[in-house]
């Protein structure tokens, strides 16, 4: 059987799928319009016709429809097939950042607890923890400050060693440095700061701990 007997043989609604699935990849994968053209477009001007924007109208459509297209959004974020051009354009990220949690018992004495830190990890261990490094990527900035308290009680349980002295307050630091352009030497040393220090709650941290 030729390859193009083989595709008439698949079933329409199985073409469909990979069609739409196509479709997602493309939206998410074509990068975000400027701030100025989004809001040009919120204010009603044409973007098509601004001098230096016209060829962000793609952009500025494409980005209503990712974004405020429920499921079409749900969709593409449930499947893992999202993506961002951050990582590579237009300003990618020049900050070598790692985080640890200063925590402090109830007895009053302290214990410096770290992140998983990716590049200290071995290669296959990378793979399985990536997902932490992707996590700091987006908690540790004030619009996710909601999920700040619940990192903290992570933070407490996996530093929980005796039930009758728990931690009782959790202090996130973060430790950065930043990437000079090419050709002029990096830092060694890290600047370090608190961004955010929680109270926490005995009761519930055993009981979340189960002890």
Known sequence: MSASESVKRVHPAVKAFVLFHLFVIMCWSIPAPSPEAVGRKAEG?????????????????NDIVRSRSLPFYYYASGTGTWQYWDMFAPNPLNLDRWHDFVITFADGTTEILPYPRIKLMPIPEKYVKERYRKYTERVFVETYQHKWPYTAYWAARKALKDPNNPPVTV???????????????????Y?????????????????????
């Open 191 to 211: 600047t370090t700061y608190s961004i955010y220090t929680a109270a926490i709650d005995p009761e519930r941290l055993l009981k979340e701990s189960g002890k």
């Open 171 to 189: 202090n996130f630091r973060v430790h950065e440095i930043a990437i000079p352009k090419m050709g002029l030497p990096v830092p060694k040393e």
């Open 45 to 61: 001007v044409k973007v098509g016709g601004l001098p230096g924007l016209q060829e962000e109208l793609l952009f500025v459509n």
